[in-house]
């Protein structure tokens, strides 16, 4: 199953010094008319605004954000903006009207699962099943596109609209553009306890619903430990004062040894450094073997390069592993880190899905 959208952009570009102002025009592409009403927002926080019966907008982008712009527009496919930086005469955007194809479509005719049942799966590794998952609702279910593969003993979904999703714990009302979800499982199966790697993907904008700081105490409990706390205690190296505990190989270790910290613009780059050297291609002698020339096995012992992998604990209570799949990581000053590809999760963080999200511009306040 493969949905292709198809977006047309038309950019004016320049320098454009963060902490301003991007401004510009949505139009529609096919008749070339202003699109009222566009929604316009910074990717993950609460930050928008919405074009005016000009197609004209206008949003602040805070000093510091690196996350892209998103423009969207009911029944219209959304683009996004990666790097508002260079816009400084504005941008003209136009939006095509949304037409989703399905092609090269697997046709089961003896599917092992029912939608019922796979949407129930998808519900579990998307919203999770802590107290802020099991709170949340997805408002129109009936856009998330599923399927099985049965070769692969994978569950794969598309959205072809924004999911609408109440949190109602954590009282903020979601736009989740789902872009991409794969659950792997070690046999044909729908049960968390076979699941191997779950992987989602998309943009989000965020609706505060809540009255008088009546969701504060929860908030700050779900953002205690999560990974956006471990970002930014990485990038500025608090480790003790924000109550997180470094581990390698089962033991305490120092986070100034292991992790090496380089400012660079407005990020903090992350490099995994003085790890014991990797093992050396050699021979392996094996005794007693079938007859050879010396009468023994000789086999090559594979060049092996150190599992950049830690454990974390946080409080002494919520365990987690990290490993580090790239070179270096970059954090900015909202916890996010970039390549997204750069680090995986185990334990008490991979368990947090997007029912447990903030907004990157959440501010947590002792």
Known sequence: MIIRLWLLLILFTGFFARGQALFGYVYDEAENLPLQG???YIDGTTINTSTNEKGFFKINIPQGYRSPVIISYIGFESITLDDPSQYEKGVKVLLRESTVTLNEVVIDKNPPFTRKQMLKAFRR????????????????????????????????????????ITNKRLQYDINFNLAYFNVDYQRQSLEDADVIKSFYAGTTFFTDVSKNGS????????????????????????????????????????????LKLKDTLDLVKVEVVNLPAPKQ?????????????????????????????????????EQSNIVFESEGLYIDKNGLFFPITGISFGGYMAKLKAGDLLPIDYIYKD
């Open 38 to 40: 566009a929604n316009v």
């Open 125 to 164: 590794q998307f919203l999770g099943t802590s107290r802020n998952g099991n709170s949340c609702k997805i408002e129109n279910e009936e856009v998330i596109l599923l399927r099985y593969d049965s070769k692969t003993n994978t569950l794969l979904a598309k959205a072809t609209e924004p999911l609408h």
């Open 281 to 317: 291609p050699g021979k392996i002698i094996i005794a007693g073997g079938p007859p050879g020339i010396d009468g023994n096995i000789t086999k090559k012992m594979e060049s092996r390069q150190p599992q950049k992998a830690f454990d974390i604990l946080y409080n002494g209570k």
């Open 215 to 258: 969701a504060d105490d929860k908030r700050k409990e779900n953002y205690l430990g999560s990974v956006a706390h471990l970002m930014k205690t990485m990038a500025s190296n608090t480790w003790a004062a924000q109550k997180f505990g470094l581990f390698y190989k089962s033991f305490p270790a120092n986070p100034q040894q292991y």
